[in-house]
């Protein structure tokens, strides 16, 4: 499985962007897709994730009610829109996936492919 993350960029507070996961190889083994961030000098951490089914979708409470993910089966590719962004969602953002449902949605180690990063920055 591979995946290629796109969408970042440079965007005044209050602005958007919408990120997208292009996911491409043996995609049925795939059970989510999820995003995570990682800011200067911080740890990795869970942005939001989606089944690949497309019905259940889990988010941070520091996003919730302004970022929204989702999926388009026939493009293979997972979106995050990203709205109201403030200055603290300043990080390079990552999508995974993974292949079981064990473990919670939250953990970076429990999602098996990574794909690069792209980097969002939010001027006040």
């Known amino acids: 499985v591979q995946l290629q993350a796109s969408g970042g960029g440079l965007v005044q507070a209050g602005g958007y962007l919408r990120l997208s996961c292009a996911v491409s190889?043996?995609?049925?083994?795939?059970?989510?897709v999820g995003w995570f961030r990682q800011a200067p000098g911080k740890e990795r951490e869970f942005v939001s994730t989606?089944?690949?089914?497309?019905?259940?979708?889990y988010y941070a409470d520091s996003v919730k009610g302004r970022f929204t993910i989702s999926r388009v089966s026939a493009e293979n590719t997972v979106y995050l829109q990203m709205n109201s962004l403030k200055p603290e969602d300043t990080a390079l953002y990552f999508c995974?996936?993974?292949?079981?449902?064990?473990?919670?949605?939250?953990?970076?180690?429990?999602?098996?492919?990574w794909g690069q990063g792209t980097q969002v920055t939010v001027s006040s």
């Open positions: 995974a996936a993974r292949s079981s449902s064990l473990g919670y949605w939250y953990k970076g180690d429990r999602y098996d492919y």
């Open positions: 190889g043996r995609t049925a083994s795939i059970y989510a």
């Open positions: 989606s089944s690949w089914s497309g019905g259940s979708t």
